[in-house]
């Protein structure tokens, strides 16, 4: 039962999910937050799955992506959209 965490596959494996939700919010623009969360499981169960690596380790990846997918979110989507709203009032302060 030998558990591991291979940080690098799960930064890219968190990458991943939090890509392939935001591809779905696409399909479906007006989906309210809760389906999202909802939607976060399966996805990191899928890419858990993916990199398999035996029974309890796609559990603890599965596990890590959902906190990394949850944290993942405003780190990859909203921070690089607060910090380019500053430089845009910052360098424009009269728009």
């Not at 039962?1 to 999910?17: E, K, R």
């Not at 309890?56 to 921070?79: D, E, K, R, S």
């Amino acid at each position: 039962m030998g558990v591991t965490f291979d940080w690098l596959l799960l930064v890219g494996a968190s990458i991943s999910v939090v890509g392939v939700i935001e591809w779905l919010k696409g399909f479906f623009p007006k989906a309210p937050s809760w389906i999202w969360r909802m939607v976060l499981a399966p996805v990191s169960l899928g890419v858990a799955i993916a990199a398999d690596g035996g029974p309890f380790q796609v559990a603890t990846n599965t596990l890590a992506l959902l906190a990394m997918g949850q944290i993942g979110y405003p780190m990859l989507i909203q921070l690089p959209g607060v910090i380019v709203e500053f430089f845009k009032r910052t360098l424009n302060p009269g728009k």
